[in-house]
């Protein structure tokens, strides 16, 4: 052990004989002690104790290979960052910043402005051209230039930092539909009742019209919260009120109306054949004054949750003092300052999960081609490689019923 410990400190090296020790006692006392354990007990000991000091001292998170087909994989991390994004971490994240600072009056500042600049370029509705494509009229100057945009740690944090901040002590109004369940135990009624606010559902399973919230609506509620179906679909004899009319009911009965997206795409999926995917940006063009979306789905930033909308409503959120709990760092920050800079910029193929959505069955094949010639060229026996056909999803809360074609190499072992 010796020359283990000159390496790694005896404390260390201590601690794994002691595992080692504990771990063949165990198979002795559990009546396990078979060839192996013997081999360990009379001559491996010094080899087990180096493995098991390298596995306590070594990584646990580690990166891997995405072979499952999902490009936004909770499992596997969500959305890899860009590379500029990196760049941002590393440089920022080692060294001080003006994360609190601002430099043009040399006083405190507010670690917001550094994104908001970039979501009021991505979400003004005034923005001729995009107007055109989305076939919409000019946009009211009063609307789009009163968006703003708060961070904070994901999106489960958003939704209960918004329903805190407008509904605490009021009521909700939810469709039957949309009481939804996302993994890691985020429940649509359980954050109700930690915002301290009622859920008060309406409709059915199936079938909510506009008139149900219309009916509930009382000198109690607070809001209208529509919530996205990320992960599930509901078909058949069903009825949904489009976002329009709940809009104008909001707006008649002057009740906000807030909108989960979950994916919170900035990027239009039409253009990768994903059409019933709801972007943030088509949200609030239909007049939602608030939206609530994840960094790390289809936006392909870090983890972080985004909340969008009337300027307001938004304020009211930043003052209170949850949003001091649930705030995010400025590693956090500046990966998605790198990131939102290259949706301003258009180069959509910079942003990984992006880059990966607009991929082309020929490029992917091409892709296989290779990797079946690399392992065809390193003459493995037992390996048989054959390209076939197949789909992808996207993940990650977006367009569950969608696919991207793509092509999957089958190993034969
Ligand atoms: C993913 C999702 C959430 C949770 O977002 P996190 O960033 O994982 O906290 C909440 N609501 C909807 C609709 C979602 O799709």
Do not use: W
Request: hydrophobic fraction near 45%.
């Amino acid at each position: 052990m010796q020359a283990l410990i000159e390496c790694e400190g005896h404390t260390a090296v201590a601690e794994s004989i002691r595992v080692v020790l504990a771990r063949l006692r165990q198979e002795i006392a559990d009546s396990q002690f078979d060839e192996k354990s013997l081999d360990l007990a009379l001559g491996g000991l010094s080899a087990a104790v180096e493995r098991q000091l390298r596995q306590s001292l070594g990584y646990s998170l580690l990166p891997l290979v995405n072979a499952t087909g999902v490009i936004l994989h909770t499992n596997l991390g969500r959305a890899p960052l860009a590379a500029a994004a990196l760049d941002r971490v590393r440089a920022t994240a080692g060294a001080y910043s003006n994360l609190e600072f601002d430099l043009s009056t040399g006083e405190r500042g507010k670690r917001d402005v550094h994104v908001d600049r970039l979501f009021q370029k991505l979400l003004a509705s005034d923005r001729a051209g995009d107007r055109v494509e989305a076939g919409l009229g000019p946009a009211s100057a009063e609307r789009s230039s009163a968006i703003s945009t708060i961070v904070v740690n994901n999106n489960a944090a958003a939704v209960l930092l918004a329903l805190n901040s407008l509904a605490e002590g009021g009521e909700v109004i939810v469709s039957r539909g949309e009481l939804v369940e996302i993994g890691g135990s985020f429940r649509i009624p359980d954050v109700m009742s930690k915002s301290n606010a009622t859920l008060r559902e309406v409709g059915t399973t199936n079938r909510t019209r506009v008139a149900d919230y219309e009916n509930a609506i009382s000198e109690r509620t607070r809001l209208l919260l529509r919530v996205h179906r990320s992960n599930f679909e509901i078909t058949g004899f069903t009825e949904q009120p489009g976002l329009p009319e709940l809009v104008e009911l909001a707006r008649r009965r002057s009740v906000p109306l807030m909108e989960d997206l979950g994916s919170g795409a900035l990027f239009d999926l039409r253009s990768v054949g994903v059409n019933d995917e709801p972007g943030v940006l088509d949200s609030l063009r239909a007049g939602v004054d608030i939206v609530t979306y994840s960094g790390d789905k289809l936006l392909g930033g870090p983890q972080a949750g985004l909340i969008s909308g009337r300027a307001d409503l938004v304020a009211r959120l930043r003052s209170n003092s949850l949003f001091r709990a649930l705030r995010v760092d400025k590693l956090t920050y500046a990966a998605l300052e790198a990131t939102l800079l290259a949706y301003v910029k258009r180069d959509h193929d910079a942003v990984p999960v992006l880059r990966m959505m607009r991929l082309s069955k020929e490029q992917i094949e091409r892709r296989a081609t290779k990797i079946v010639a690399e392992v065809e060229s390193a003459k493995l026996k037992h390996l048989k490689l054959e390209i076939l056909e197949g789909e992808s999803v996207i993940g990650g809360g977006a367009a569950p019923s969608a696919v991207l074609p793509t092509r999957l190499i089958a190993i034969t072992h």
